[in-house]
């Protein structure tokens, strides 16, 4: 069709109604102008009942205040990352988190629009995690100790014969033996929360909670809440619930990815290293907690501390007791005894007999790089063993990316075709990284995960 035959208008009404987030634009009196399908269902309510009317009217539990949109108008300035709860006109609680933009047109704001995410079930998902917290750390006797920490790891569930990382361990074990901060740094899938949860089972705290949080998989208010708790009416809908910190007291709370935390919240976190009080959200007296923090980070915390992703001064206070773990190219050795480890583990969980690996695999497995680490290997091990028809494990059952991996004789390929297979493997390896996590995967690949999605489907 020409491009004559087109309406502006309605090519980008189009575009909006295909993203897969919420759009919200009001003029500058608060009214309506557009509102697509993705905000109605994350709102609640029916496009009709929004488009075209004034937005106190749509929704009258906001007001100039708490309106982000109206906010906007009045500022004429950006509002980023937003967590905002509001009741929609049928009653029901409605959390989103949203950026808002002013709109301009030679120079004069014409509007504002605002791009919504829901997160009302990740919120509600959260809070009835931290309720079943709650409920387990009131629990007594022996079934508390069985159902409050479960299964962790300890010191003898990590296997090396790499002379630096026994090192590493035994410094481990020294820390189990002091109250301070711990901070772990290294690649993903090197087992940071491994070494973590084995310093807080040879502790004196070892009965007390092990409770994990990762800093990447929630915004910023969210987890505010979640961490520090919530006092009655201090938001709509907010009750009073008690946060990690309430919930670890006496134990640990492994904070996971610190680097991805806000920098206002580190503030708070350094906070309570420093006087041990704690204050929940709406609250209007401090609570004093015993809990022993320990981090994790998967960049080094000198490079995060310069790019800005870490304060300085929590890095100082966690890098008492800090290590970092090797990854897993740098102890080769290491490669074969938790390969058989990890032989023996899927013949128990999937019922094989597996005898173990062909001398040709051998040599493959010692030579890759492993950028996923010890997380890969198992991955790797495990995809083998439930597609192989052998006794032993062959280069035939690596994954398709492994079986790809160029050499010097293979032609050149067209760009092209170069490119998608280059990307395939990448989409695969990350998959493969996080156990088919698709959040996680993109953000190993730097892409919105949106993204990620559409390039599985085009690669399906």
Known sequence: MPSEFFNTSEVLEAILETIDEGIHVIDPKGQTIFYNGVAANHDGMKVGEVLGKPLLEAFPSLNHKSSTLLRVIKSEKPIYNYSQSYVNAHGRIIETLNTTLPIYVDGFIVGAIEIAKDYSSLKQLSERLADLESSLKT??????????????????D????????????????KAARSSSSVLVYGESGVGKEL?????HKDSNRRKEPFIAQNCAAL????LESLLFGTAKGSY??????????????GGTLFLDELQSMPIDLQAKLLRVLEDGFIRRIGAAKNVQVDVRIMAAMNIDPKKAVTENKLRADLFYRLHVLSYELPPLRERPEDILLLTNHFILFFNKKLGLSIEGIDAKTKVFLQSYHWPGNVRELKHTIEFM?????????????LPQFLKKRPTSKEKILPLRQAMME???????????????????????LKIPRQTLQYKMKKHT
């Open 422 to 444: 280059m990307e395939t493997k990448l989409i695969t390896e990350a998959l493969l990284q996080t156990g088919g996590n698709v959040f996680q995967a993109s953000k190993l």
């Open 195 to 199: 070494f973590v949860q084995s310093i």
């Open 139 to 156: 629990m007594k006797g022996p079934e508390k100790k069985a159902e409050v920490n479960g299964d962790l790891y300890t010191f003898n």
């Open 236 to 249: 709509t809908g907010a009750v009073d619930r008690q946060g990690l910190f309430e919930l670890a007291n």
């Open 385 to 397: 063993m439930n597609h192989t028809e052998k006794d032993r494990l062959t280069l035939e059952d």
């Open 219 to 222: 915004p910023e208010n969210l």
């Open 158 to 173: 990590i296997l090396t014969s790499d002379t630096e990382f026994r090192n590493i361990i035994s410094l481990g074990k």
